[in-house]
């Protein structure tokens, strides 16, 4: 069992940095893949970044070249860096984690266990 609590959302504008964090319980964290993800009003969740138990990392189109993904497996977190942030990165973000070797890195529906979100707000 893992429980994940995302922090770090706020107000920021267009073209600021906001980084998110998120805490995870469990002695087996590092085994797992982790993933952010966000869901806009109105629009279907999508898959932002992912770090692999590995450290692999993956990313969106959308976000390539300014958002970094980081784990750091002694403090059982993992981190989302944002850079020159747009109107259209405005979502609620939540992390997840997935048992390694187990489903795609990129969908939603493969991670076992999500944190409770957190606003990311962008003023243009």
């Known amino acids: 069992q893992v429980q994940l609590v995302d922090t770090g959302g706020g107000l920021v504008q267009t073209g600021g940095s906001l980084t998110l964090a998120c805490a995870a319980s469990?002695?087996?964290?590092?085994?797992?893949?982790m993933g952010w993800f966000r869901q806009a009003p109105g629009k279907e969740r999508e898959f932002v970044a992912a770090i692999t138990w590995s450290s692999s990392t993956y990313y969106a189109d959308s976000v390539k070249g300014r958002f970094t993904i980081s784990r750091d497996n002694a403090k059982n977190t993992v981190s989302l860096q944002m850079n020159s942030l747009k109107p259209e990165d405005a979502a609620v973000y939540s992390c997840a984690a997935k048992q390694r070797y187990r489903g795609s890195i990129y969908y939603a529906g493969t991670y076992d266990y999500w944190g409770q979100g957190t606003e990311v707000t962008v003023s243009s």
């Open positions: 469990g002695r087996t964290f590092n085994i797992y893949d």
